[in-house]
C-alpha cells in the first residue's frame, strides 16, 4: 500500500526566501507525482506533474523534482511572496488507478 | 474553461439523515473523482467513473454511500444513513483521460467542495 509523507507539516518564512517542501512516498512504482495548492475552504489547484519518465518539471518560479529510485520529490518555490501561503499537497499515482496524497505542508509567507 | 463545480457548499445535518452532493465536471472530462477529505489530512478516493463506469470504489463505504454518474457528466454522491465521523469536506475531481490506461499526463481539476458537519 502507497503512502505518502510530507515535511514538514508546517514552515513560516520572510517574504523573498528560496525554500524547499519535500515530499517521499515507499512504493516507487509510480506512474507520475503530483503537486498541488490548497488555499483555506478551497478546492486543490494543481500545480506541477512529473511523469515517471521525467526528472523534473518548472513553472515559474515553481521548480517539481522526483527521484523514484530514492521514492522522493521536492518542490523549490523561488523568491517566496505572501500570496504563496497556502497548503502544499503532493500525490503519487501508482498502480491501482488511485492518486494517494500526503497530508500536506502549510506555509506562511510572512511579509 | 468553466471548472468543476460542486453543490452544496455546506450541509450540517444530524446522524442517521441521508445527504446528496452533486458534481458537474469540466466539460469533455472522461474521468470523474470523489474524494473525502478530513480536517488535517490529504483527500482520499472514493469512487473513480471513466464515462459513466466505475473504475475504482475500493475504498467507498458501500453500506452508506452510494454515487451514479448519468449519461457520463454529472454525478451524485449519497450517504444513507450519516455518521459523525462522516464529517469532512467532499471534493469532487475531474481529468481529460483515464489514469491507469497508459496516460498519466492529465491533472486532476478540483472543485471547491461540500464541507459536511454531522451533528
Known amino acids: 500500500k502507497q503512502e505518502v509523507t510530507q515535511i514538514p507539516a508546517a514552515l513560516s518564512v520572510p517574504e523573498g526566501e528560496n525554500l524547499v517542501l519535500n515530499c517521499s512516498f515507499t512504493?516507487?512504482?509510480?506512474?507520475?507525482l503530483q503537486w498541488f495548492r490548497q488555499d483555506p475552504g478551497k478546492g486543490l489547484t494543481s500545480l506541477l506533474l512529473?511523469?515517471?519518465?521525467?526528472r523534473e518539471q518548472t513553472s515559474g518560479r515553481l521548480n517539481a523534482s522526483l527521484d523514484k529510485s530514492s521514492g522522493r520529490s521536492t518542490l523549490y518555490i523561488a523568491a517566496s511572496q505572501p500570496g504563496d501561503s497556502a497548503t502544499y499537497l503532493c500525490?503519487?499515482?501508482?498502480?491501482?488507478?488511485?492518486?494517494?496524497f500526503g497530508k500536506g505542508t502549510k506555509l506562511s509567507v510572512i511579509p | 474553461e468553466a471548472g468543476v463545480a460542486q453543490s452544496p457548499r455546506y450541509k450540517i445535518i444530524e446522524k442517521r439523515q441521508s445527504v446528496a452532493f452533486w458534481c458537474n465536471p469540466i466539460?469533455?472530462?472522461?474521468?470523474l473523482y470523489w474524494y473525502q477529505q478530513i480536517l488535517g489530512q490529504g483527500p482520499k478516493l472514493l469512487i473513480q467513473?471513466?464515462?459513466?463506469?466505475?473504475?475504482?470504489d475500493s475504498q467507498l463505504p458501500k453500506d452508506r454511500f452510494s454515487a451514479e454518474r448519468l449519461k457520463g457528466v454529472d454525478s451524485t454522491l449519497k450517504i444513507q444513513p450519516a455518521k459523525l465521523e462522516d464529517s469532512a469536506v467532499y471534493l469532487c475531481?475531474?481529468?481529460?483521460?483515464?489514469?491507469?490506461?497508459?496516460?498519466?499526463?492529465?491533472?486532476?481539476?478540483f472543485g471547491n467542495g461540500t464541507r459536511l458537519t454531522v451533528t
Open positions: 475531481a475531474s481529468s481529460l483521460d483515464h489514469h491507469g490506461r497508459g496516460r498519466w499526463d492529465s491533472p486532476l481539476h
Open positions: 512504493d516507487s512504482a509510480i506512474y507520475n
Open positions: 512529473i511523469q515517471s519518465s521525467q
Open positions: 500525490a503519487a499515482g501508482a498502480g491501482s488507478y488511485q492518486l494517494t
Open positions: 466539460s469533455g472530462h472522461a474521468t
Open positions: 467513473f471513466q464515462n459513466n463506469g466505475v473504475v475504482d
